[in-house]
Structures are given as C-alpha cells and as structure tokens.
C-alpha cells in the first residue's frame, strides 16, 4: 500500500501502483503538472538499496517518474518501471551494488537538476548482504535543503519478534527521509504525537524513526495510523509519499 500526498486533494490524481519491498497494493496521489511547472513540487528521489544487485529509486510526485527515468538514462542509469503506474524505479547493477554507487547515482541526480536523496541501513536486511547491514546514515557528496517540503515515509511491518535482540525489528516501524531541516521540523512539530527517535547526523538529522508499539498490541488499525502519519506531514506544511512496506510474513524480515 502506498499513500502519496499532493499539496491539495483538489490536485489530486489517485492511481493504483506498486510498492517495492511490499505485498499489499498501494495507493498513490500525485500532484498535476502545474504544479511542478509552477515550482511547487520539485521532481525528488529516494534511493534506497533493494538488495546486492538493485537498487530502488522511489519519486515523487508519480508525474514526474518518467522524466526521472529519462534523466537516469541520460546521466548513465538504466533504470526500470515494471510496473506503468508505479512511482518507483529499479536499478540493476549484476556487478553490485556498492554504497557509494549508490550515493554517485543521487549526486548525479543532484548535479541534473533532480533533487535526490540516498541512504544505506535502509531496506530488507535480508537481502542486504555485508555491504548493506549496519546503521541508517546517508550517501553520497549531496544533500539537498529544504525548499518545497518534500519528505519520503516508510511505514514498514514485520512480525512480532518475541526477543530483546538488538537486531529484532520493530512489528511496525516508520523511517521518514528527507532535508535535515524539514526533518527538524516535523520531530518539533508531531512531538505531542508520537515518540519521534532522530538519527542524527554531523551538523542535523539524517532521518527520523518511530516505533509504533500500539499497532502490535492492536490499539489501533493501520488505516488510522497512515491518517494520523499523514496528519502530521500537513500540520508540518510538509508534503511526500507514506509507502506501507509489509514485510510480515518474509523470511528474514526481507
């Protein structure tokens, strides 16, 4: 299931798609052309390792994954839609896939006029291999600042884990990525809301992670929660994709 937000629900063209790493479909609002002519929504990407050899390349808004697939071609990165409503591409490399390639395939975005983001530590550990186990940090020469509000959101679900092992995830967890100063500002303002955990970063935030314990003890439906997530990106002025990952049910967790 994948929820995208657009500035207005007037602006709104809801479509059905994909989400990668998930089993459930989607839901997707992609802001109207207009709107990026107009400077309102900037094309952003998140690049997010999929496993050894791949890579996701999520966009928002969905208007804009063709032109971000014609740019990665352009810029010497084949990238895949498999699915043709889908606001996410793949990037297959059969030589693999090393972080800082993944960091050099958002500096190029950068340097192109797209804006992008790209992190390790995130994705289905699993599938991750050595080179993508360990903390959530970014990568890559160039992070983008704020200026339209775009953020990426994850709310990934895992079975519940009886075990106080570092390395057992969360049953529901969300990770939101973007700008360092709209992360800030979404900690200070949906901090009456949830139990916001930043992970920080030399000079800011990297991401923001929230355990929402209250979806294991079934004190409250994932429906409300995506409303409530979404919510708090309005009350922030903040705007982007919420991606239900499900991942209950996998070995691994990936």
């Known amino acids: 299931m994948n929820d995208s937000r657009s500035p207005g629900a007037s602006a709104a063209d809801r479509r059905a798609g994909a989400s990668p790493g998930g089993r459930q479909p989607p839901r997707s609002t992609a802001a109207v052309p207009w709107l990026i002519d107009a400077g309102l929504v ?20 969905l208007v804009a994954t063709p032109q971000v697939q014609s740019a990665g ?7 895949e839609r498999l699915l043709p409503e889908a606001d996410w591409l793949l990037w297959n490399d059969s030589g693999g896939l090393t972080d800082p390639r993944i960091g050099a395939l958002a500096d190029a975005f950068n340097r192109g006029g797209v804006r992008a983001f790209a992190y390790a530590g995130a994705g289905p550990p699993a599938r991750m291999g050595a080179e993508g186990c360990g903390r959530l940090h970014r990568l890559g020469e160039i992070h983008p600042a704020a200026e339209d509000g775009t953020v990426f959101v994850e709310l990934v679900l895992h079975d519940p884990l009886f075990s106080d092992t570092p390395e057992s995830p969360p049953s529901a967890q969300t990770v939101v990525y973007g700008p360092a100063q709209d992360l800030e500002l979404l900690q200070e303002v949906a901090g009456e809301r949830f139990v916001i955990e ?9 991401a923001l992670q929230i355990e929402h314990t209250e979806v294991a003890a079934g004190l409250t439906s994932l429906e409300a929660l995506v409303a409530e997530l979404d919510a708090a990106l309005r009350d922030s002025g903040l705007q982007g994709p919420i991606h239900v990952i499900d991942r209950r049910g996998v070995s691994g967790g990936g």
Not at 43 to 48: E, G
């Open 73 to 79: 071609r352009r810029l010497g990165y084949p990238l």
């Open 198 to 206: 930043p992970v920080p970063e030399i000079g800011g935030v990297a």
């Open 42 to 61: 900037l094309p952003t990407v998140l690049v997010t390792r999929a496993g050894p050899h791949t890579a996701f390349v999520r966009v928002f808004p």
